[in-house]
């Protein structure tokens, strides 16, 4: 109860601009572990050895990445042996490309705008200790001065708070983005073209 309290005094303390700081959050770290699980390759093999264990049947039943699921819809297309396979494959992969790119703007804006937003705290409560300092009010019903500099600090220091964390797991995420459309294009080749060792 106490820190219930304690959050709550927090975000009381930090103005108009904490309620938004505080949505911003919740839905930064929705979306961040959305995109975390969405973004599981679902083996740790490499996409060679994928093909080849799925030539013997050897491919996780229960596994549900990115690639699983991709080697999955790519090799019944290619037991149909239809013309211009690459461009099947890359309808029957949209779906995929699409899922491990969704959210990553919205994740973006989010970080972007949360220190803004602190900024803008910060300058209110700026305004406000100013405000104070002309009317010579040391303590108003706002807290004068001393309430204006504390919500100046406070917003400066939520925005900071969510952005920083958001930016450096979004950058691990995206690193991991660009791995797998990598592997989604080497598997595109490898399901073109005849497998050594198994087809001629």
């Known amino acids: ?98 899922e491990i790119r969704k959210y990553k703007v919205l994740i973006t804006t989010l970080v972007l705008v949360a220190p803004l937003l602190g900024l803008l705290g910060t300058v209110s409560g700026m305004i406000e200790t100013f405000d104070s300092l002309g009317d010579m009010s040391l303590f108003s019903q706002s807290g004068g001065i001393a309430g204006g500099i504390s919500q100046a600090l406070i917003t400066t220091q939520m925005g900071l708070a969510v952005s920083i964390p958001g930016l450096i797991v979004n950058g691990i995420l995206d690193k991991k983005q660009k791995q797998l459309e990598i592997d989604l294009a080497q598997l595109k080749d490898f399901l073109c073209s005849p497998i050594p060792g198994l087809e001629a």
């Not at 229960?62 to 297309?77: E, Q, T």
Request: aromatic share 12%; proline share 4%.
């Open 1 to 98: 109860m106490n820190v219930f309290q304690d959050v709550w005094g927090y975000l009381e303390s930090g103005g108009y601009v904490m309620p938004p700081l505080f949505i911003i959050t919740v839905v930064l770290w929705w979306t961040l572990g959305y995109r975390m699980m969405s973004l599981q390759r679902g083996t740790v093999r490499g996409t060679r050895n994928l093909v080849y264990r799925y030539m013997h049947g050897k491919l996780p039943s229960k596994s549900n990445g990115v690639l699983v699921r991709a080697l999955s819809k790519g090799m019944a297309l290619r037991k149909e042996n239809l013309p211009h396979l690459r461009r099947h494959l890359d309808d029957a992969f949209v779906d995929e490309d699409r």
